[in-house]
């Protein structure tokens, strides 16, 4: 691995790390607000979903590109799936964020749930534990699935990378509609 590639996984690596902090922490500021009714800065988080969701699709079609036409690794099938969920939300985050639009949210939980399940099943994969596991190799031209390019911190993959990024995405889409429905009873545009 080259010292540009081994830098720059490094830093995706802890800002994955970060992010699954932040995953935590928004988990539980839900919780909470389930309970204890609404805190303030939760209300921030629905301000800027929409912006936060799409830096977010946009550093991880960024790292994803990165990773295979400047550090040469070949993607494998799973890889492929999980592009085809997360490429089309930077165009509709980064439209929906240039019109505020805030529809846009079940669009955006509805990509990452699909694509969070391939990353999640992928990541088994690679840690051996999946409940099942068909090498990609078996359905057609492909890297292996279960190959580990990266591993940081002792469990941050790249699809444990993916899998970060889909999961903020929903929890900030998450935030962006239960926003949209508490200041309106039902989502609005705007």
């Known amino acids: 691995m080259s010292p540009l590639v081994a830098a720059v996984s490094h830093i995706l690596s802890f800002l994955t790390v970060a992010g699954d902090t932040l995953i935590i922490l928004l988990f539980v500021t839900f919780l909470v607000r389930k309970l204890n009714g609404d ?3 939760l209300n921030f988080i629905g301000d800027k979903g929409i912006a936060a969701a799409f830096a977010i ?6 790292s994803s ?3 295979s036409e400047i550090a040469g690794l ?5 890889c492929w799936f ?3 969920f997360m490429y089309p939300q930077v165009i509709m985050l980064g439209i929906a964020l240039w019109k505020k639009d805030r529809r846009i949210a079940d669009y955006s939980i509805a990509l990452s749930v699909i694509g969070a399940t391939i990353a999640a099943y992928h990541y088994l994969l690679q ?6 596991a068909l090498p990609c190799s078996a359905v057609g031209y492909s890297v292996s699935c279960s190959k580990v390019f990266v591993n940081d911190f002792g469990y941050v993959t790249i699809p444990m990378m993916a899998l970060t990024a889909f999961l903020l995405i929903i929890e900030f889409a998450a935030a962006v509609k239960s926003q949209n429905l508490g200041k ?7």
Do not use: H, K, N
């Open 39 to 41: 805190p303030g800065w």
């Open 57 to 62: 699709a946009f550093l991880a079609t960024g």
């Open 65 to 67: 590109l990165f990773y």
């Open 74 to 78: 070949v993607p494998c099938e799973l």
């Open 82 to 84: 999980q592009r085809i």
């Open 127 to 132: 840690i051996g534990i999946a409940p099942f």
């Open 184 to 190: 309106s009873g039902e989502v609005s545009g705007r």
